[in-house]
């Protein structure tokens, strides 16, 4: 515990989080640590004194947005009541000491491993014994159901990061080295954490990590993702759960079998690909070619036949040729994913990909981005147009009293925040409810219905 905490805790603080889920979970800790030590929460920087920014940096068009943020905040420090600026995460994990140069007007800087230092570093900044405004260490933090979590997703929701880091090594990702090496959580706090998000009226849990799929391997003592669910599915209260982040190498036969038997876990994977080309899988350091990504869907649609598929790939990444990128779109015109997010290879300095020749130019990787997103959005109005006259369990989440809408949800089908909703024109129910609609309308992303 850091020494010199005192009154001055009662001080508002508003934070900013940035980025992924998992940068989420992490602010919600921040909060939590802050809330326990006596620090009153704000949603509105205007009216805080102190800012904190928990940024994202795993790519340029992060960190630019990042930066942003910051530049932003640092006009309620000039103009409003600002005192204490503090930019936490990723930022700070990547460019450490080089930050201090270009953001002088930064107070404190917190390493993705010194979440649960916050309070007593800003006390501490605060009655001037804090001598150095780098905080910065190895990332090797990791919650348990006793770390202090402010929620910030609506009160039927919820994230639960089962593990943090990451041991790929993908060549172009940053994230083993902000994040620090995979490491799980302990199967007995993650029940404990999941029964506490149940008894508060959690009915939907989001299971996230880096690679979900891989959990409990590097405890090796018998923990895998196949038993923690076998565990999950009889706490009373949860109706929804979602895998995200799940790596096609580390899918086991027992899991799909026991998404194909548990009907609280939801028919639906969140399965990054990538690609499909062998040559550029091998550059990216990942195992797998086209004929075993194919298998390993197949397998999966046989066993679990409605189940919803999203997926993330990437193009430009350095010597892509016209032929590799076209295996890859014709895969993704066979496959038909339910769900797709196309990145743009960013070069990142410190990964092995940066040293690669034939970095693909800008205009050829915009070009395949919108070539690939065009594709997939006929896919996916073809795919939501069949879903008409279909019954679907949609979680309520909005009242939307406008274009002759009454309410707006998500179906199990889709996640929430990165895929579509379902729009409802008649029939009443209550925000967190789950009821069956009858889909009677679609657009590429969204479906209209009626509650049934
Ligand atoms: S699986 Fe690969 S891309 Fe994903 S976080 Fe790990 S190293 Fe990065």
């Known amino acids: 515990m850091e020494a010199g905490i005192n009154a001055h805790r009662k001080k508002t603080v508003c934070l900013v989080s940035l980025g992924c889920p998992k940068n989420l979970v992490d602010s919600e800790v921040i909060l939590g640590y802050l809330q326990q030590n ?172 880096q690679d979900t799929t891989l959990y409990g391997k590097d405890l090796r003592d018998g923990s895998d993702l196949t038993s923690l669910l076998k565990s999950m599915v009889h706490i009373p209260g949860i109706e929804w759960i979602r895998l995200l982040y799940c790596h096609p190498e580390h899918l086991s036969g027992e899991l799909i079998s026991l998404m194909a038997e548990e009907k609280k876990i939801c028919s639906y994977l969140d399965l990054p690909i990538q690609h499909v080309s062998s ?82 130019s800008q205009r050829t990787k915009d070009k395949r981005h919108n070539l690939i997103m065009k594709t997939q959005s006929l896919i996916s109005l073809k795919k939501n147009q069949e879903r008409i006259g279909s019954h679907i369990p949609v979680l309520i989440e909005e009242q939307v009293p406008h274009k002759g809408y009454r309410l707006k949800g998500r179906a199990s089908f889709q996640a929430p925040e990165i895929d579509g909703l379902v729009y409802l024109t008649r029939g009443k129910a209550q925000i967190g409810e789950n009821v069956e609609v009858k889909v009677t309308g679609a657009s590429e992303y969204d479906l209209i219905g009626e509650v049934v």
């Open 279 to 360: 040559s550029i899988l091998k550059r990216m350091n990942r195992r797998g070619n086209r004929r075993e990504l194919g298998r390993t869907l197949s397998r999966l649609r046989e066993k679990i036949p409605h189940i919803a598929l999203r997926t993330t790939v990437m193009v430009g990444f350095p010597g892509e040729t016209e032929e590799e990128f076209h295996e890859l779109m014709h895969f993704i015109e066979e496959v038909k994913f339910d769900h797709l997010g196309v990145f743009r290879y960013s070069r990142e300095e410190g990964t092995p990909a940066a040293k690669l020749k034939k970095q693909v």
């Open 38 to 209: 006596g620090f009153r929460i704000t949603t509105r920087r205007e009216a805080a004194e102190i800012i904190i920014i928990n940024t994202c940096a795993f790519i340029e068009g992060a960190t630019q947005e990042s930066l942003q943020a910051i530049f932003e905040s640092a006009q309620y420090k000039k103009r409003g009541k600002c005192r204490i600026l503090v930019v936490a995460g990723c930022l700070p994990q990547r460019y450490r000491d080089a930050l201090r140069k270009e953001l002088p007007e930064v107070d404190l800087f917190i390493g993705t491993g010194e979440l649960h230092r916050i309070a007593g570093l800003i006390d501490r900044f605060e009655n001037h014994s804090l001598m150095n405004g780098m905080q910065v260490g190895r990332p090797d933090f990791l919650l348990d159901h006793g770390t202090p979590r402010l929620l910030s997703t609506p009160s039927y929701t919820a994230y639960l990061k089962i593990a943090e880091g990451c041991s790929n090594a993908c060549s172009y990702c940053l994230i083993p080295s902000l994040r620090g090496k995979y490491r799980s959580r302990k199967t007995n706090s993650i029940l404990k954490e999941a029964e506490a998000l149940a008894r508060r009226g959690v009915k939907e849990i989001n299971l996230i990590s």
